[in-house]
Structure formats: structure tokens, C-alpha cells
């Protein structure tokens, strides 16, 4: 549940008064778990499968996010919800 609550946490970021650019936002997110990490490591000594499994979600989604949204079949769809 957390990790799937910071998953989402860009657009928060984002409203933080620091001026971020979209690859500080990013780091952001990718850092945020690893406090997760860290208390698997801290209270177990090992890294649970699900904060493994869900922490290598997260990375994929973000970093495929940039260069997938990029993408020229995404502009008709923004214009149109532009125009809605």
C-alpha cells in the first residue's frame, strides 16, 4: 500500500514550492521507496519479495513514462482533450 501510494506521488511533488525539473521529480519518486527498502533491511535484514516486485514496477513505469509520452500518437489525443 505504501509503495503503491508513492508510485503516484508525482503531481504532489510537482505542487512542492522547490522548483523541480521533470528529472528531479523522477528522482524523487525513485528515492522515496527506497525508504522501504531500507526498513526491510532494518527490520528483517532482508528485502521482501513484494517491495522488490513493486519497487521494480515503480522504476519501469517511471522510467518508460518520458520516452513513451513523447510519442507522436499521443498529440491527437491531447488535443482533443484539450478542446473537450
Given amino acids: 500500500m505504501i509503495l503503491g501510494t ?8 510537482a505542487r512542492w514550492p522547490i ?5 528531479g521529480i523522477i528522482s524523487v519518486q525513485l528515492a ?3 525508504l522501504v527498502v531500507f ?3 532494518w527490520s528483517s ?3 521482501h519479495r513484494s517491495t522488490t516486485i513493486a519497487y521494480a514496477i515503480i522504476v519501469v513505469g517511471l ?3 518520458l ?3 513523447n510519442l507522436g ?3 491527437p489525443i491531447i488535443a482533443w482533450v484539450h478542446k473537450s
Fill in 73 to 75: 500518437f499521443w498529440q
Fill in 19 to 23: 522548483p523541480f525539473n521533470p528529472l
Fill in 63 to 65: 522510467l518508460a513514462a
Fill in 67 to 69: 520516452p513513451v509520452s
Fill in 45 to 47: 535484514r532482508r528485502i
Fill in 6 to 13: 508513492m508510485a503516484i506521488l508525482g503531481p504532489a511533488i
Fill in 39 to 41: 526498513y526491510d533491511l
Fill in 32 to 34: 522515496l521507496p527506497l
